[in-house]
C-alpha cells in the first residue's frame, strides 16, 4: 500500500510540473514578482494564452494526432528512439511563439524565456540521438537557473526561491527515477544542462 502511494505522488510531480508548463510557470512568476506585474491585467490574460497555446496546446494535441494516425501507444513514444517526432513538434510550436513574440514586439525577458524554452529543446533533440535525457530534470534545472539570472538582473536575494526550486527540482528527479522512467545519469545530465542553458539564455539572450 505504501508502494502505491510513492507511485501515485510520483506521478503527480511528474504530471504538475512537466517540461511543457515551463514558459507558462515563468511567464506567471514574471507578471507576479517582477515589474510586470503593472502591466494590464487583460494584457497579461492575452499573452499567457498565446503562451499556453503555442507551449501546450498546439503541440500536445499534434502529438496526439500523431499517435493515433500511427496507432502508438503513449508509453511507445518515451522509448529514445520515438522521441524525435514529439521533439520536432514541440520545437517548431515553441519556435512559432517565439517568431509571434518577437514580432509583436514583446519585452526583452518575455522574449529570453520563450528563447531559452526553444534553445532547451533543441539541445535535449540532439541528446536525444545517444542518450535519453530527462526532459523534466532539464526543465526543472531550467527553472533553477533562470531564477538565478533573475536574481542577477533584478538584484534581489533568491536564498528561499532557491531552496524552493532545489526541492521541487530533487522531488521531480526522484519520481522520474521511482517510475523508472530515466536512470540516474539520464536525471542529473538533464538538470544540469537545463541550468547551464536557463542562467545564460536569461542572462545573455
Known amino acids: ?21 515551463l514558459p507558462v510557470l515563468a511567464f506567471l512568476i514574471l507578471f507576479t514578482f517582477s515589474y510586470m506585474k503593472l502591466l494590464p491585467l487583460n494584457y497579461k490574460l492575452f499573452i499567457l494564452a498565446i503562451v499556453y497555446l503555442f507551449t501546450v496546446v498546439f503541440p500536445l494535441l499534434s502529438i496526439y494526432a500523431f499517435r493515433r494516425l500511427n496507432g502508438l501507444h503513449r508509453r511507445q513514444l518515451s522509448r529514445r528512439e520515438m522521441r524525435t517526432i514529439p521533439y520536432i513538434i514541440f520545437i517548431l510550436c515553441y519556435g512559432c511563439c517565439l517568431f509571434l ?38 526543465a526543472a534545472g531550467a527553472m533553477i537557473g533562470a531564477l538565478l539570472a533573475f536574481s542577477i538582473i533584478f538584484v534581489f536575494n533568491p ?43 536569461i542572462l545573455y539572450i
Open 101 to 138: 513574440l518577437t514580432e509583436m514586439h514583446m519585452p526583452h525577458m518575455m522574449i529570453s524565456i520563450l528563447a531559452g524554452a526553444f534553445i532547451l529543446q533543441i539541445i535535449c533533440a540532439l541528446i536525444n540521438n545517444w542518450i535519453r535525457i530527462s526532459t523534466h530534470s532539464a
Open 1 to 21: 500500500m505504501k508502494n502505491t502511494y510513492i507511485i501515485y505522488t510520483a506521478k503527480l510531480f511528474s504530471m504538475l510540473f512537466a517540461p511543457f508548463y
Open 159 to 201: 536564498t528561499w526561491w532557491l531552496c524552493l526550486s532545489l526541492l521541487i527540482a530533487g522531488c521531480v528527479g526522484t519520481s522520474r527515477l521511482i517510475l523508472r522512467q530515466h536512470a540516474l545519469y539520464e536525471v542529473n545530465l538533464g538538470l544540469f544542462i537545463g541550468l547551464v542553458c536557463g542562467f545564460l539564455c
